[in-house]
């Protein structure tokens, strides 16, 4: 008989991937994350972080960060609710709550965490949750973890979202709408004007996960609501700290009253132990950074616009992108990644995207570029897309 311990179950799935050509081991980063970096001993120009305004390796965030290992330590010791409360968090969380014109804020381990724990909080089982289809894996997971009724509309099809509140929210108590600000796999904006406009019909609570909007959209980065001009018609709105802002964690910014609740039943709050004073002192600094110059989300907006328009001029499938957020669609996953590999032999790292983190036969390589990045790394990059589109008959 098998051994279980052996794990056949898994390594049948594993080979499955080799079969498919999808099986991957990661690449290691060797240093800081930068324009350029080593990957794995190659030099190549990193096409595929989160760190859209270059401040994961800014001297002002690791002064910030050493200062506050200096004045608190490297743990807070402790959940947020026992003494692991420190007057760091608490700055933060002023800081963000002005940041995002909001009355408060409360801030998570990451903005996963954040979405595991707010969403499951704040709804009940008399309760209905309708969910955009392309929301990200966290707010499928938070959703899960609800006791809520569940539906789901197409993406950013508006009147399904109608259709499902039609039949559906005279049934239930509270109703939430929930929706990426932006879609991280395509880089567009979610309808949110006509999605507040819909819940204020249908006298639904809105939920807005603006991971790849925070820093990027709106004034001073300060997310998609503001960009649409939206402030206090969206209930919960949702930032990461571990992109745009480039350290670690997640916050969800709304009233006062969600704070009082958060801090007793948001079970990350209650049961894991707080952000490090390093990570926090870092975000403090750089929220500071952000709103001091309007020059990080200009280069960042003029390095996006210039890079998705050498692409297209490629002939590249480039999506329909609202944001600095490109990608590069192929299609079959085995293609994409091949591609991916080859564009790294040529110098340039793009991760490949296939399913299930996209649907299947979407496969893409998504290009993030940031603000650190300057021309002639750009134009490098073109240039690797040119030879090996070619070579590949991608285009
Ligand atoms: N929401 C969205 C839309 C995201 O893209 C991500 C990151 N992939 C998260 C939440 C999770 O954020 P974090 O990395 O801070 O956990």
């Known amino acids: 008989m098998e051994n279980v311990h052996e794990l056949g179950f898994l390594k049948a799935q594993v080979d499955a991937l080799k079969t498919q050509g999808v099986f991957r081991t990661l690449p290691v980063l060797e240093g800081a994350n930068e324009p350029e970096v080593t990957l794995s001993g190659k030099k190549v120009i990193n096409l595929s972080s989160n760190n859209y305004l270059g401040f994961a390796n800014h001297p002002k965030l690791k002064q910030a960060?050493?200062?506050?290992?200096n004045a608190y330590g490297v743990g807070s010791g402790a959940v947020r609710t026992i003494i692991g409360n420190m007057t760091l968090h608490e700055q933060l969380e002023e800081k963000l709550a002005v940041f995002k014109r909001e009355e408060a804020v409360v801030v998570f381990q990451s903005g996963f965490n954040c979405n595991a724990g707010v969403i499951q909080a704040i709804t009940g089982e008399e309760d209905l949750i309708v969910s955009d289809s392309l929301n990200h894996a966290s707010i499928i997971d938070g959703v899960k973890l609800s006791k809520a009724s569940k539906a789901v509309f197409q993406h950013s099809d508006m009147a399904d979202l109608e259709s499902v509140l039609k039949a559906k929210r005279h049934l239930h108590?509270?109703?939430l709408i929930i929706t990426d600000g932006v879609f991280s796999m395509d880089g567009d904006l979610a309808k949110l004007p006509e999605i507040v406009a819909l819940a204020e019909r249908y006298n639904c609570m809105t939920y807005v996960d603006d991971a790849h909007g925070s820093g990027v959209l709106g004034e001073n980065g300060r997310g998609t609501v503001d960009h649409f001009k939206l402030h206090g018609r969206v209930d919960f709105s949702i930032g990461t700290l571990s992109k745009a802002i480039g350290v670690v964690g997640g916050y969800v910014a709304g009233r006062q009253v969600m704070k009082d609740w958060l801090l007793h039943r948001g079970r990350p709050i209650l049961f894991s132990t707080s952000l490090p004073p390093a990570a926090v002192g870092a975000i403090i600094a750089a929220i500071d950074e952000l709103t001091s110059t309007t020059a990080y989300t200009e280069k960042l907006w003029e390095n996006g616009?210039?890079?998705?328009?050498?692409?297209?001029?490629?002939?590249?499938?480039?999506?329909?992108?609202?944001?600095?957020?490109t990608p590069v669609i192929i299609g079959d996953e085995a293609k994409t990644v091949a591609f991916s590999k080859a564009l790294y032999d040529a110098g340039v790292f793009v991760s490949p995207i296939v399913f299930p983190t996209v649907p299947k036969g979407t496969g893409r390589v998504r290009c993030m570029v940031t603000a650190a990045h300057d021309k002639r790394h750009l134009d490098k990059a073109i240039a690797a897309f040119e030879r090996v589109g070619r070579s590949m008959e991608i285009i």
Request: aromatic letters at 10%; hydrophobic letters at 40%.
């Open 305 to 325: 616009n210039y890079f998705k328009a050498g692409l297209k001029a490629l002939g590249y499938d480039i999506g329909h992108s609202e944001t600095p957020i």
């Open 65 to 69: 960060a050493i200062d506050a290992v």
């Open 173 to 175: 108590k509270q109703c």
